[in-house]
C-alpha cells in the first residue's frame, strides 16, 4: 500500500509542477530520509532562482513570439472599427450600424489592407491610427499615419449630405497620401433620415 501511495505522490507532484520535480529528483530523498545531505540551504536558493529566471525567460519568448505574430495591419483595422463607432455615438450607431457593417467597412477594411501592405515591415510596425474622431459636424472619422515620420497615410472621413426631396445621406470617403490628399475617394453612402441628423459623437 506504502508504493501505491508513493507512486500517487510522485505522480500527483511531477503534475502540479509541470515537470520540475521529477521521481528522480532529489525532493524524494528529503520525504524519505527528512534531509538531503547533498544540499545545503543556499545551494537550494540558488537552483530556485535560476529555476525562475529560466520560467520568466521562456514566458518573454513566448510572449515576444506571440506579438510578433499579430498582424500590424490586423491591428489597424481593428483600431478602425473601434474609431468608426466611436463617432457615430449612441444615436447615430442603431440606425446606420448594418449597413455600415455589410456595405462600408469591406471596403474600408481592403482599401487598408491594399494601401499598407506596401509598406516594408519596419514602417508596418510603427503604424498609428488617431484617437479622436471629429464631433459636432466635423468630416473625420480617423487618420491613419506613419509613426516614424508623423505623416498621414491614409484619411478616412464621413461628410453629411442633404439631397432634395430625398433626406439625409452619410457619404463615406478617404483621402491618401499618394495624390497629397487632393482627390476625394468615394467609398459609399448610407441614407440616414429627412429629419436632421445628431451631431457626431452624441
Given at each position: 500500500?506504502?508504493?501505491?501511495?508513493?507512486?500517487?505522490?510522485?505522480?500527483?507532484v511531477a503534475l502540479l509542477t509541470l515537470g520540475f520535480i521529477t521521481p528522480?529528483?532529489?525532493?524524494?530523498?528529503?520525504?524519505e530520509n527528512g534531509q538531503d545531505?547533498?544540499?545545503?540551504?543556499?545551494?537550494?536558493?540558488?537552483?530556485v532562482e535560476e529555476a525562475n529566471e529560466s520560467i520568466?525567460?521562456?514566458?518573454?519568448e513566448e510572449s515576444n513570439e506571440s506579438i510578433e505574430s499579430i498582424d500590424p495591419i490586423d491591428s489597424i483595422i481593428h483600431l478602425a472599427r473601434e474609431q468608426s463607432y466611436i463617432k457615430f455615438g449612441s444615436k447615430i450607431t442603431p440606425v446606420i450600424e448594418d449597413?455600415?457593417?455589410q456595405?462600408?467597412?469591406?471596403?474600408?477594411e481592403r482599401i487598408i489592407s491594399t494601401t499598407l501592405?506596401?509598406?516594408?515591415?519596419?514602417?508596418?510596425?510603427?503604424?498609428?491610427?488617431?484617437?479622436?474622431?471629429?464631433?459636432?459636424?466635423?468630416?473625420?472619422i480617423f487618420h491613419i499615419t506613419d509613426g516614424i515620420s508623423g505623416k498621414d497615410l491614409l484619411r478616412f472621413h464621413v461628410r453629411t449630405e442633404k439631397r432634395p426631396q430625398e433626406g439625409y445621406y452619410y457619404n463615406f470617403h478617404y483621402h491618401t497620401h499618394e495624390d497629397h490628399f487632393a482627390s476625394h475617394h468615394t467609398i459609399g453612402d448610407i441614407y440616414y433620415?429627412?429629419?436632421?441628423?445628431p451631431k457626431w459623437l452624441s
Amino acid at each position: 500500500m506504502k508504493k501505491w501511495w508513493q507512486k500517487a505522490l510522485v505522480f500527483t507532484v511531477a503534475l502540479l509542477t509541470l515537470g520540475f520535480i521529477t521521481p528522480d529528483h532529489s525532493i524524494w530523498d528529503v520525504l524519505e530520509n527528512g534531509q538531503d545531505s547533498n544540499r545545503t540551504p543556499s545551494s537550494d536558493y540558488k537552483n530556485v532562482e535560476e529555476a525562475n529566471e529560466s520560467i520568466e525567460e521562456s514566458y518573454i519568448e513566448e510572449s515576444n513570439e506571440s506579438i510578433e505574430s499579430i498582424d500590424p495591419i490586423d491591428s489597424i483595422i481593428h483600431l478602425a472599427r473601434e474609431q468608426s463607432y466611436i463617432k457615430f455615438g449612441s444615436k447615430i450607431t442603431p440606425v446606420i450600424e448594418d449597413e455600415f457593417e455589410q456595405q462600408i467597412f469591406p471596403n474600408i477594411e481592403r482599401i487598408i489592407s491594399t494601401t499598407l501592405s506596401n509598406l516594408d515591415d519596419e514602417s508596418k510596425r510603427y503604424l498609428t491610427i488617431s484617437e479622436k474622431p471629429g464631433g459636432n459636424y466635423s468630416e473625420k472619422i480617423f487618420h491613419i499615419t506613419d509613426g516614424i515620420s508623423g505623416k498621414d497615410l491614409l484619411r478616412f472621413h464621413v461628410r453629411t449630405e442633404k439631397r432634395p426631396q430625398e433626406g439625409y445621406y452619410y457619404n463615406f470617403h478617404y483621402h491618401t497620401h499618394e495624390d497629397h490628399f487632393a482627390s476625394h475617394h468615394t467609398i459609399g453612402d448610407i441614407y440616414y433620415s429627412k429629419n436632421t441628423p445628431p451631431k457626431w459623437l452624441s
